[in-house]
């Protein structure tokens, strides 16, 4: 049952082969027993996740059951869900309850899904080890000692220590993506817009994205359908008619032309990483794909442009939590400007503070132009690098991340080297186009994903290019030891 | 030296819209504390700001009102700075791109026509409010106003004295009232002016430094803060001193302007575009709209009432100084149905008298345009006379009924029978002799004497043209 897909899933609880309260209270029990050293998830509420599973159930016993009723959702802890603490890895929100529901969230209740608890996460979504969470760092479930990537680490972990059968995640700068590939997860950053961005406390609106993580692609599709509409709440979000995201999911490769960009196979890369990748296209090609090498040319701007922008961003969204209306205030200060310093001081971790320093130079009169103006101009000229691939090919794939899940620790005392971490994911966002990670092998017995990148609205036709994929290799279904 | 003061304005105006700029809490005024911050007022994590469509209309109406072009694309941006009643660390304005581009304001100081550029009018959220009393050493936040969608209309520095800055104030007021964008509740804070003042040497084309006091929230204060600034800015300058350029504030109390900070400490507010808002985009068919449903403005009003009416330029302008006196006036002449001028007579001087000196609106008066019309037809058909209208409108005003109920119960009524008036006139005639025979010697005086005694035995009741005609007739 713990390996099984949300359809096998959905069967088992339509045959009534197990109730929805089982199979959370199984979940539970895992969560239990193995979250104390994973640390997957900050805050765990069984008497809340089992009233909505008896809820479930009863719609289930009235056969008004829908793709996802019943199944448990983790929810990583960036989304408001009502009467539950709602961290986003701060110590900043270490007291908040959120009084309403974020858009993701009501889909789900209204799915009838259950909502499994809400899991670790790097600090306000900065980071790519989820090593920056005021709550602790998370462990990888493929080695212990490793990080699971992030900033959503804790539901990668979740998902991959099976403490969760599919959890939600949000993607700035790869954050769906590279933890999905650290540990062997299927993750999928949608089109931006095309999740409501309501309820997600913010990191860099322009770039934020919510999107599923799960074992395999038919998962994730299941998961979209949940996850993707318009929300008139959501000034950015986009005004489409509802579709199916597991249309394409059978759709034969044949013809399919892959484009390789020549900067996601350069310096930076690591061997072991490149084999595997290499491997799985190799797979595409006897699927019938063909394969077409393009170029990106300013991906190496990519990184640099994202770090004066989304800091920008931050710098901003980051104001609101000023210890006046909620979250942590400061317990002895002076005047008004000595509380806002000693409760902000006190609230964020040294990444968040880097990041708002960051952003709140380069908007600073006199640098305006020279950062944040410039940073936009170059983020046009990498979505039209995107634009001119997309005419000579269907989906762009490469490594996820440059290499395996690192050690804990490896990259803590050295930003840039953990800010290179999203090389091959951040342009992605920059240009809002859909990207997705799966299971491509391992390296070194760590996993190792696979990079699909679409065209915009093109989430269908990849989750069925990764669906094809995994219906002829296994990485997808294997589980890391230990976890038993 | 003679000096030249250089005034510019800058005005919020608090757009009536039933919910807030970006969200759907409502923007009613004297509401409990924070009973209208929604999670979008207390910014809450996770809340997205959503566009009042109603507040973008309001904007385009002051556009076209002012002969302004209309941002086709506009775009709001963020305003960084920490402050506990500003909820999300910023504030959400538009600054490179606002929705009203250049326009203009004619105005009227004394017999002179100004025209007043408008720079800009852009789209912003209010903030909340401290409240420093009542918490012992602490302060408490209402956010009910957090979120109120104001337009901020900023003019050139064309004005020259305090009159003129006044008088551009009373006329936007007037006109953000006329077009329904705005309730012109000062006390309330609907309309605030910020002005800027500087000063220079006659015939010099450089602008002075400029101080900018902050919050004017009445045109007397406004027009004694001017005064005072300006006189402060001459005497530091001929006093060899320098101007720094700073924000003030007026004290009622003292009538005198202080330095709030100066502007070197200011912040920088580290402007960007707002990621959460898309570029606001106004088509041709959304400005259409919002023109078809646009009233007459003052301007063409007052053409109008020239034209139509034969009314005086002065009369026409009058009567258009609200929206309020103008429909007050149409009502009234369309049930006169008689001389527009009478009308106009009547509602410049008896009723703005008498409004004026309750303190009312011309929408609250106890005299209705229709009930004003009837006592007026009084007038022309020789019921009663002009004085005596007076009288009856007294009463009127008073709430003693219709003004015919009111002439026939005080028998107010005008004597036009000729058989009568004949009859008072051979009585006055024979009691004043002495008059007569003074008038017979040449003494035109005598005559309005004359004229006086029969008004009199008439009770004024007689008709004075007919009085006139026959005294004359008969001492002839």
Known sequence: MINASLKELAGALAGKQISSVELTQLFLDRIARFNPEINAYITVDAEKSLAQARAADALIAAGKAGALTGIPIAQKDIFCAKGWRTTCGSKMLGNFTAPYNAHIVSQFDAAGAVNLGKTNMDEFAMGSSNETSYFGKVQNPWDRARVPGGSSGGSAAAVAARLAPAATGTDTGGSIRQPASLCGLSGLKPTYGVCSRYGMIAFASSLDQAGPMAKSAEDLALMMNVMAGFDERDSTSLQRDKEDYARDLNQPLKGLRIGLPREYFAEGLDAGVARVVQEAIDQYRKLGAETVEISLPNNALAIPVYYVLAPAEASSNLSRYDGVRYGHRASEYGDLLDMYCKSRAEGFGAEVKRRIMIGTYVLSAGYYDAYYLKAQQIRRLIAQDFEQAFRRCDVIMGPAAPGTAFKAGEKTDDPVAMYLEDLYTIAVNLAGLPGMSIPAGFSNGLPVGLQIIGNYFSEARMLGVGHQFQQVTDWHVQMPKGIE | ???????????????????????????????????????????????????????????????????????????????????????????????????????????????????????????????????????????????????????????????????????????????????????????????????????????????????????????????????????????????????????????????????????????????????????????????????????????????????????????????????????????????????????????MGSVAAKLNEAGLDVAASPVSPAQLAALLKRIADNTISGKMAKEVFEAMWAGEGEADAIIEKRGLKQVSDAGAIEKIVDEVLAANAAMVAEYKAGKEKAFNGLVGQCMKASKGQANPAQVNEILKKKLA
């Open chain 2, 1 to 347: 030296m003679q000096w030249e003061v250089v005034i510019g304005l800058e005005t919020h105006v608090q757009l009536q819209t039933r919910t807030k700029i970006f969200s759907g809490a409502s923007t009613a005024f004297g509401a409990a504390p924070n009973t209208q911050a929604d999670a979008v007022s207390i910014a809450l994590p996770g809340v997205l700001p959503v566009l009042n469509k109603e507040a973008v209309r309001c904007a385009i109406r002051f556009g076209l009102a002012i002969d302004a072009e209309i941002g086709r694309r506009s775009v709001f941006a963020r305003k960084n700075y920490f402050y506990p009643d500003l909820p999300k660390g910023y504030q959400i304005s538009q600054y490179e791109l606002p929705v009203v581009g250049r326009g203009h304001l004619n105005i009227l100081v004394g017999d002179a026509e100004k025209t007043v550029r408008i720079t800009r009018a852009h789209l912003e959220e209010d903030a909340g409010k401290s409240v420093h009393e009542d918490f012992h050493g602490m302060s408490g936040i209402d956010l009910n106003r957090a979120g109120t969608p104001l337009l901020e209309i900023v003019t050139e520095p064309d004005m020259r004295s305090a009159a003129e800055a006044v008088a551009y104030a009373r006329k936007l007021h007037e006109l953000v009232q006329w077009i329904g964008i705005c309730d012109g509740n000062m006390q309330e804070g609907s309309f605030r002016c910020d002005v800027n003042v500087s000063v220079r040497p006659v015939g010099s084309d450089k602008l002075g430094t400029r101080r900018e006091i902050k919050n004017l929230n009445s045109f007397r204060f406004m027009q004694q803060a001017i005064e005072y600034e300006t006189r402060w800015q001459i005497e530091t300058l001929e006093d060899g001193g320098k101007i720094q350029q700073a924000t003030v504030l007026f004290d009622p109390d003292t009538g005198e302007t202080r330095a709030m900070r100066s502007k070197e400490e200011a912040n920088d507010y580290r402007y960007f575009p707002d990621p959460d808002l898309l570029p606001l985009v106004i088509s041709e068919a959304d400005i259409e709209a919002v023109k078809a449903a646009l009233p007459e403005l003052p301007e063409a009003m007052q053409a109008r009432f020239q034209s139509q009416y034969g009314l005086p330029a002065y009369d026409a302008g009058i009567l258009t100084g609200s929206r309020g006196m103008a429909d007050y006036f149409v009502a009234a002449v369309a049930a006169f149905g008689g001389e527009a001028k009478l009308v106009a007579n009547w509602v």
